[in-house]
């Protein structure tokens, strides 16, 4: 049974933005280390941005200060907020949780949670 519930993806032109909500159906994940990932055709999944409990952040390189992720703790929400987007960016977006472990990760295999993807599709 899936319980991380993505939404938001959609299509757009280069330097658009979208939002991706990520709601915690079982208000329980929201609690645990919790990122987005993102995997394009042929290529490995790979960490967008993720968020400890403490509220810390930490995105990928690539990110550049133009996403931001949040969570809602009292909604059971992960939001991320993805401006000028460019083609490269376009990939199925995943929301994720690490429930099993003290630390958070920027690896995919760690996550033992995971929505059903939303694509997110950038045209120049």
């Known amino acids: 049974q899936v319980v991380l519930l993505e939404s938001g993806g959609g299509s757009v032109q280069a330097g658009g933005s979208l939002r991706l909500s990520c709601r915690d159906r079982?208000?329980?994940?929201?609690?645990?280390?919790m990122g987005w990932f993102r995997q394009a055709p042929g290529k490995e999944r790979e960490m967008v941005a993720r968020?400890?409990?403490?509220?810390?952040?930490r995105y990928a390189d690539f990110v550049n200060t133009r996403f931001t992720i949040s969570r809602d703790n009292a909604k059971s929400t992960l939001y991320l907020q993805m401006d000028s987007l460019k083609p490269e960016d376009s990939a199925m977006y995943y929301c994720?949780?690490?429930?099993?472990?003290?630390?958070?990760?920027?690896?995919?295999?760690?996550?033992?949670?995971w929505g059903q993807g939303t694509q997110v599709t950038v045209s120049s």
């Open positions: 994720a949780a690490d429930t099993a472990h003290l630390t958070c990760s920027d690896d995919h295999h760690r996550y033992n949670m």
């Open positions: 968020t400890q409990t403490d509220g810390t952040t």
């Open positions: 079982e208000y329980r994940y929201v609690s645990s280390c």
